[in-house]
């Protein structure tokens, strides 16, 4: 497992953009998916996207593609997820994730908040 420590969360109004980090430490394996997801007040935590550490292919859920862009900084061991025209629909606690694929994701961080408003 790697530990997991995602910044950049915070309240924006509804078309704007916000960018999330999230700083690994630990072991990186070149198998290693990095993803992101997010739960909403009462509901079920959901994928959002995820990036191959090695690389960099992407996947996106259907509720955020030409929005969101996820990528990698493997110098600095950090992921971003870039997100832009934010709808108050995304609003959620937003974790980041990891895994040695093609197990499931055993590595979580402490979550972020992102809060948009209409």
């Known amino acids: 497992q790697v530990e997991l420590v995602e910044s950049g969360g915070g309240l924006v109004q509804a078309g704007g953009s916000l960018r999330l980090s999230c700083a690994v430490s630990?072991?990186?394996?070149?198998?290693?998916?990095m993803g992101w997801f997010r739960q909403a007040p009462g509901k079920e935590r959901e994928f959002v996207a995820r990036i191959s550490w090695n690389g960099g292919d992407t996947y996106y859920t259907n509720s955020v593609k030409g929005r969101f862009t996820l990528s990698r900084d493997k110098a600095k061991n950090t992921m971003y997820l870039q997100m832009n025209s934010l709808k108050p629909d995304d609003t959620a606690v937003y974790y980041c994730?990891?895994?040695?694929?093609?197990?499931?994701?055993?590595?979580w961080g402490q979550g972020t908040q992102v809060t948009v408003s209409s």
């Open positions: 994730a990891a895994r040695v694929f093609p197990e499931s994701w055993n590595s």
């Open positions: 630990g072991r990186t394996f070149t198998a290693y998916h």
